[in-house]
């Protein structure tokens, strides 16, 4: 009985630290603007890749995604048009820890959580 409560609350814990992830990275991403180019689709006509391209490309694989963010790894989406990706990392170059970790979880989330 403890041993199944134990399993429940943890099952929970988890689901609640992931749904708090994807909300922090939310934040970020809005507070600095990144959805001016990025749209969570394909569908509508934006500057940058979707959320849904990036996540083709970065999902399971957030800590390259993570390295982008710190201007340490290359870009492997659209690097031809990484000319007008680049300026923008300046604001993602000195976040805390946790909130690339939560960057890179919400920029591939589009079909997480669903
Ligand atoms: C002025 C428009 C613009 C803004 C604002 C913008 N981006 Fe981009 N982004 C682009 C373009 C264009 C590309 C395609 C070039 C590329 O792949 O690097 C891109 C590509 C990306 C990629 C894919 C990188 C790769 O591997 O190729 C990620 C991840 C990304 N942006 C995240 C962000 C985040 C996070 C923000 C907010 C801090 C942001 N973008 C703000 C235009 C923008």
Not at 19 to 29: A, H, V
Not at 49 to 76: C, D, V, W
Request: glycine letters at 4%.
């Amino acid at each position: 009985m403890m041993k199944k409560l134990l399993m429940i609350s943890l099952i929970l814990y988890s689901a609640s630290a992931q749904m708090s992830l994807t909300e922090r990275g939310k934040e970020l991403f809005m507070k600095y603007n990144c959805n001016i180019c990025h749209a969570p689709t394909d569908d509508a006509a934006s500057v940058g890749p979707s959320l849904e391209t990036i996540a083709i490309h970065y999902l399971g694989n957030e800590r390259q995604l993570m390295n982008f963010l710190r201007g340490e790894a290359k870009p492997i989406v659209d690097p031809v048009r990484f000319g007008i990706m680049k300026p923008q990392l300046y604001k993602t170059k000195h976040m805390f820890e946790e909130d690339y970790r939560a960057l890179a979880y919400y920029l591939t989330s589009v079909h997480k959580n669903q």
